[in-house]
């Protein structure tokens, strides 16, 4: 049964940094490319950045330069470092599998709340 558990998110001031960190179980963490998403007021989870097995990352144009995501294999556990933080990046904050099993296609954790705000 897949399951992640985001943490590390709070409250910052325009400029600062979080570290995000999120604990993957339930599936063979290693095997799956894996993802950062932060939810839009619509609901919808839309991804931010990624990372491969093998450790390529890709990431959305507005976070590129800012936000570096990398993982831990030995550890099922995936990081999301955030930098220069500004009020749109405001938003919940979620990881998940790409990919993954059809019966976890609607799946997501609670997910960690980052707000930028002076």
């Not at 993802?35 to 950045?49: E, F, I, N, S, T």
């Not at 990046?89 to 998940?96: G, K, M, P, R, S």
């Not at 960690?112 to 705000?117: C, I, K, L």
Request: aromatic residues 10%; charged residues 10%; proline residues 3%.
């Amino acid at each position: 049964q897949l399951h992640v558990v985001e943490s590390g998110g709070g409250s910052v001031q325009p400029g600062g940094s979080l570290s995000l960190s999120c604990v993957v179980s339930g599936i063979s963490f290693s095997t799956y490319a894996m993802g950062w998403y932060r939810q839009l007021p619509g609901g919808q989870h839309d991804l931010v950045a990624s990372v491969t097995p093998s450790g390529t990352t890709r990431y959305a144009d507005g976070v590129k330069g800012r936000f570096s995501i990398s993982r831990d294999n030995a550890q099922n556990t995936l990081f999301l470092h955030m930098n220069s933080l500004n009020g749109e990046d405001t938003a919940a904050y979620y990881c998940n599998a790409l990919g993954r099993p059809t019966q976890y296609k609607d799946y997501w954790g609670q997910g960690t709340q980052v707000t930028v705000s002076s």
